[in-house]
């Protein structure tokens, strides 16, 4: 019988279709899933995720289970699970689900669960995994070989443990492939956070002044969304380099002092914390929308707005109205937790089936290999047969797999560099 946690499994049917929706449209993964399956690659593996428990995600776990693996799957925000795809989850076989939308104090709770299985791989979305098996429940590490970190701030937080030399395990840096930070954060967020925008607020974009805190791989792809819908787009930044490239493509570049003041559309993607703060609150537009893009909720200072604001309450579904001392309205979508998630469905199918190709992939190398690879050509240590802790990238033809099959998906053929082109190329004459 199933141990799964969830709210309610006579919700599966719904959750059933949502999955069997973004199958269809995730050919990658399918093409891996008929490579892989005779296989059986991932047999005695125990794997704990935690991603947005929606049905890209679920076709993940799916995959991982069909390739041999035991899995326990839990979410990644309390507010971008979808009880009806947890339950369809939780009736697979070799699969246990720990996920309930909203439920924010068993949210911890519901991930040590998880992890209580001793996993030998995990897939973690922002750290939390890694932040529980660094403290209190290091214990259920004993059988840990490593794991994927799917995004920036995750990536931010690994860093932040191996440069004081405390990380205990090695962990892959999904993010960073280019098959995944260049679509993902780029077009995935462009696309879904305006999605979740839409959704939420029924309101038309074109004419409207947007703020975009952040011109990273997300903020620049939101941006680049915004300003085909018709918006008049301000960008803010703090890296100079970052800024510039912003101004030639053609934004508005100012301090969040100055756009406060100027947009109706607020949307944080910055990784970073306060970007929008009191201050800022007190000199926007009566009327002003804000929104989060980035991996925490602490981009907007929500806090602070619930302690200043003398009246709060429901606008619409997922928007909350905020009263000022100074007679004027704010607009808050999804409590500043990640729009497109917590207000949509998060990214479209197309793009998630490149991302978890590439987790597949990387977690199907950790099991064969664990972090070697012999077309690698960093510096891989092998220590006492172990890896050693740390972030690694992942390897290259993961990458260049994952682009291939993406190509044949959508029928598109390239040029390959004849004899001659390619030594012209490596001796430069
Ligand atoms: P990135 O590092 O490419 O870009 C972040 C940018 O924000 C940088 O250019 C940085 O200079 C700028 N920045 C930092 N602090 C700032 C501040 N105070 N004011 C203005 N600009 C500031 O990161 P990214 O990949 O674009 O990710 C951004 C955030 O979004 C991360 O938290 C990441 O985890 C998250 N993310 C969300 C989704 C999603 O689906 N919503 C997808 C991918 C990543
Ligand atoms: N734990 C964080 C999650 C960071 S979200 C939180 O507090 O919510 C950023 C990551 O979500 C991105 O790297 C992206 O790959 C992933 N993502 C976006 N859309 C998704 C979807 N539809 N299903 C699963 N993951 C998704």
């Known amino acids: 019988m199933s141990q799964s946690i969830i709210k309610d499994p006579s919700l599966a049917p719904s959750g059933r279709l949502k999955i069997e929706w973004a199958s269809k449209h995730m050919p990658i993964l399918n093409q891996l899933l008929k490579e892989y399956s005779p296989l059986q690659p991932l047999t005695g593996h125990t794997i704990v995720t935690s991603v947005h428990m ?27 699970t979808q ?12 699969v246990t689900v720990y996920a309930i939308h909203g439920q924010n104090d068993l949210y911890s709770e519901l991930l040590i669960k998880a992890l ?12 939390d995994l890694v932040e529980l098996l660094h403290n209190k429940y290091s214990k259920y590490a004993c059988k840990l070989i490593g794991g994927c970190e799917e995004t920036t701030t995750g990536i ?30 780029h077009y995935g ?20 002044t947007a703020v975009v805190a952040g011109y990273g791989d997300c903020g620049s792809g939101i941006a680049k969304r915004l300003k085909g819908l ?19 493509d ?18 944080t993607a910055t990784g970073c914390k306060n970007v ?83 987790q597949l992939l990387s977690v199907i190398h950790i099991a064969k290999h664990h972090f070697m690879a012999k077309d690698y050509d960093g510096d891989f240590q092998i220590w006492h047969g172990k890896t050693p802790p740390n972030v690694y990238p992942v390897p290259k033809y993961i990458d260049d797999k994952v682009a291939k099959l993406a190509l044949e998906s959508q029928n598109i053929t390239i040029d390959s560099l004849t004899k001659a082109q390619h030594k012209y190329l490596e001796n430069g004459f």
């Open 54 to 80: 929606e049905a890209k995600t679920a076709y993940l776990v799916q995959a991982l289970a069909a390739l041999g693996a035991e899995v326990h799957a839990t979410g990644c925000n309390p507010l971008s």
């Open 83 to 94: 009880d009806d795809v947890a339950a369809a989850l939780a009736e697979i076989p070799n």
């Open 116 to 127: 209580s299985h001793c996993p030998h791989i995990i897939i973690d979305d922002g750290g």
């Open 156 to 185: 931010h937080r690994l860093k932040a443990l191996a440069n004081k030399k405390a990380l205990k395990f090695p962990m892959f840096n999904i993010n960073d492939a280019e098959c995944k930070h260049n679509y993902d954060n």
């Open 189 to 208: 967020t462009g696309q879904s956070v305006i999605d979740g925008i839409l959704r939420t607020t029924n309101l038309i974009i074109a004419g409207k």
């Open 230 to 248: 018709g918006a008049k787009v301000i960008v803010t930044e703090v890296d100079p380099i970052k800024a510039l490239k912003a101004n030639m």
């Open 250 to 267: 053609g934004y508005t570049v100012t301090k969040m002092d100055q756009a406060a003041r100027e947009g109706d559309i607020f949307i």
């Open 276 to 358: 929008i703060t009191k201050k800022h609150f007190n000199s926007m537009k009566n009327g002003a929308i804000l929104a989060n893009a980035g991996h925490f909720d602490v981009e907007i200072d929500v806090a602070s707005l619930r302690k200043y604001a003398v009246s709060r309450s429901e606008a619409r579904h997922n928007i909350e109205k905020y009263g000022l001392p100074n007679g004027n309205y704010l607009y808050l979508i999804a409590d500043g937790r990640l729009v497109n998630l917590a207000a949509a469905d998060g990214h479209a199918a197309e793009i998630m089936d490149m991302s978890f190709s590439i």
